[in-house]
Nanobody, 123 residues
């Protein structure tokens, strides 16, 4: 599956953004999807993941209660709604696909990656 993320931009602290990730291919609905992010000088970290049905979601503690991951299998798209953004949320956000997810998603589990979209939160 090929992925393309978009929707990033510059936003003030406390603001919101919605990222989208469009997938090509008929097998999208069989993949679990995740969002990861990488801030300058830091390692890539897990943000959120959703099962192939959308019924199970996992979040990093740092975004729990502020971010929501969802998917629309009819549109081959996964979303990340981000509220109450903080300067520490500044990063390049990547969407990724995996045949499975666990309660502690790891980047190594995901075998398809989008190109990333930059989110900058100003203080």
């Amino acid at each position: 599956v090929q992925l393309q993320a978009f929707g990033g931009g510059l936003v003030q602290a406390g603001g919101s953004l919605r990222l989208s990730c469009a997938a090509s291919g008929r097998t999208f609905k069989t993949y679990c999807m995740g969002w990861f992010r990488q801030a300058p000088g830091k390692e890539r970290e897990f943000v959120a993941a959703v099962s192939w049905t959308g019924g199970v979601t996992y979040y990093a503690d740092s975004v729990k209660g502020r971010f929501t991951i969802s998917r629309d299998n009819a549109k081959n798209t996964v979303y990340l709604q981000m509220l109450s953004l903080k300067p520490e949320d500044t990063a390049v956000y990547y969407c990724a696909a995996s045949p499975f997810i666990t309660s502690r998603p790891d980047a190594a589990d995901f075998d398809s990656w989008g190109q990333g979209t930059l989110v900058t939160v100003s203080s």
